[in-house]
């Protein structure tokens, strides 16, 4: 299937998800917008998909931000929509019941920063930018972008870098705890590759009930959290995958989960 703002490929149970806007450096306008919630809405039915990878098309951005043309002219009550819309992409994105990496290839401003934020865990091109440059234009994140970069880096650093609009290297990025890693831009989706590979091997149903695990206790207190893991984990007993994976180890073989 084709899409007007994307490029969607498969490879075994990895889907390589490219914002295509290559003109206007891969920016987030509404139409942009609607086709990614559907196409999110896809990736999540798909029982054939265990990875997604998001990434942008060219060597220049990942998603450089907003789409600025759409934003003059609106009112408040446009401007709600607007982020309604980001920010319901974004909780899709980031409540999808398998992995998703960021692979940024190149200038993750604004709404790209928070897309990113939004993923699993990000890696990082050695040229790839990232910040909230909002206040130079008179306004502020909208995506989420205040609330997932504080719990990413810590409110002080946040601070910094919302009210400067400061715009980092992936050195920078790396440093404080937005990147996980970094690569050669040309070698950028072959490593992410190799990483949801790993992830593949593993048990599709733990990794769900991790990632549930780490979600809904990230800022809760630790005996609230750990009581929502003790749950989460009992009910992976009664999974197949439960039953396999231990049967295999103490058979000295390797799992076959389905």
């Not at 998800?17 to 206007?24: A, D, M, Q, Y």
């Not at 559907?38 to 942008?56: C, F, H, K, M, Y």
């Not at 609106?74 to 607007?82: G, K, P, Q, R």
């Not at 695990?213 to 989460?232: M, P, T, V």
């Amino acid at each position: 299937m084709s899409y007007k703002n994307f490029l969607l490929e498969f490879e075994n149970n990895i889907a390589i998800l490219c914002f295509n806007r290559i003109k206007s450096l891969n920016s987030l306008s509404k139409d942009v917008l609607v086709e990614f919630r559907e196409i999110l809405q896809e990736l999540a039915a798909n029982p054939d998909v265990r990875v997604i990878i998001l990434t942008g098309a060219g060597e220049k951005a990942f998603v450089a931000g907003a789409d600025i043309g759409e934003l003059k002219g609106l009112c408040s009550i446009d401007a709600d929509a607007y982020s309604k819309l980001g920010q319901e992409c974004l909780f899709m994105l980031e409540e999808m019941g398998k992995p998703v990496i960021a692979a940024v290839n190149g200038f993750a401003l604004g709404g790209g920063t928070e897309v990113a934020l939004a993923c699993d865990f990000i890696f990082s091109s050695e040229n790839a930018k990232f910040g909230l440059p909002e206040v130079t234009l008179g306004v502020i994140p909208g995506f989420g972008g205040t609330q997932r970069l504080t719990k990413a880096v810590g409110i002080r650093r946040a601070r910094e870098l919302v009210y400067s609009g400061e715009i980092i290297n992936a050195g920078k990025a790396k440093e404080i705890g937005i990147v996980n890693r970094i690569f050669p831009l040309d070698a950028l989706i072959s490593e992410t590759k190799k990483v949801a590979k790993n992830i593949i091997r593993n048990s599709f149903t733990a990794i769900k009930s991790s990632k549930d695990a780490i979600n809904g206790g990230f800022g809760i207190d630790i005996q609230r959290g750990c009581e929502l893991e003790r749950k989460i984990f009992a009910l992976t007993f009664d999974e197949d995958d439960a039953k396999e994976g231990i049967a295999a180890f103490i058979e000295k073989r390797r799992p076959m989960f389905k």
